[in-house]
T-cell receptor
Framework: NAGVMQNPRHLVRRRGQEARLRCSPM?????VYWYRQLPEEGLKFMVY????????ESGMPKERFSAEFPKEGPSILRIQQVVRGDSAAYFC??????????????FGQGTRLTVV | QKEVEQNSGPLSVPEGAIASLNCTYS??????FFWYRQYSGKSPELIMS????GDKEDGRFTAQLNKASQYVSLLIRDSQPSDSATYLC????????????FGPGTRLSVLP
């Protein structure tokens, strides 16, 4: 059973370009969470999605950032017109449910985005 | 008050000692609590989950939950240098849209 898969592992973009980060959850998981982490800092929640629905995007910047989790395929975090401040590690996690049990979330290896 | 807070680090303990990591949370309705370990440059790794008041033991790790005090802790017995990492407390805010809120983490150093 494959774990959470993120790709690419490393992504370099020039200022103004678009970045697309992909996350395939663990088999059977329908809940996906995206986090951003700057060096030596904690995990900052960005968005929580279920299949075809955004449940909570309170951590997403209002502009340039969007996320989706289609019925088929991976979840995508999209950053338009990247700026140097977007350079960070972006982690995706998935869980089986969001009830009171079996809610463990497992992380992918992350995508390290560098904006030059 | 921040939703999830952890004792400030870094925390240094000698090899073989017990390391104690603490976490408090603000949402009284939270039902699920987790400890993750993150090595530098790596992704967080789940090490413990706890849902009921009391203690839960797994090898050298013991998680303790007190919902009345809104407090969860992690004890690491017989600490090893390989335990040196940042430990993240996470709370599943079931009744709010935002799930899996993480604390800022506590960096643990186990000295040989």
């Amino acid at each position: 059973n494959a774990g959470v898969m993120q790709n690419p592992r490393h992504l370099v973009r020039r200022r103004g370009q678009e970045a697309r980060l992909r996350c395939s959850p663990m088999k059977g998981h329908s809940h996906v969470y995206w986090y951003r982490q700057l060096p030596e800092e904690g995990l900052k929640f960005m968005v929580y999605l279920q299949k075809e629905n955004i449940i909570d995007e309170s951590g997403m910047p209002k502009e340039r950032f969007s996320a989706e989790f289609p019925k088929e395929g991976p979840s995508i975090l999209r950053i338009q017109q990247v700026v140097r401040g977007d350079s960070a590690a972006y982690f995706c996690a998935s869980s089986l449910t969001s009830g009171t049990v079996n809610t463990e979330a497992f992380f992918g290896q992350g995508t390290r985005l560098t904006v030059v | 008050q921040k939703e999830v807070e952890q004792n400030s680090g870094p925390l240094s303990v000698p090899e073989g000692a017990i390391a104690s990591l603490n976490c408090t949370y603000s949402d009284r309705v939270s039902q699920s609590f987790f400890w993750y370990r993150q090595y530098s440059g790596k992704s967080p790794e789940l090490i413990m989950s706890i849902y009921s008041n009391g203690d839960k033991e797994d090898g050298r790790f013991t998680a303790q939950l007190n919902k009345a005090s809104q407090y969860v802790s992690l004890l690491i017995r017989d600490s090893q240098p390989s335990d040196s990492a940042t430990y993240l407390c996470a709370v599943n805010l079931v009744y709010y849209g935002q799930n899996f809120v993480f604390g800022p983490g506590t960096r643990l150093s186990v000295l040989p």
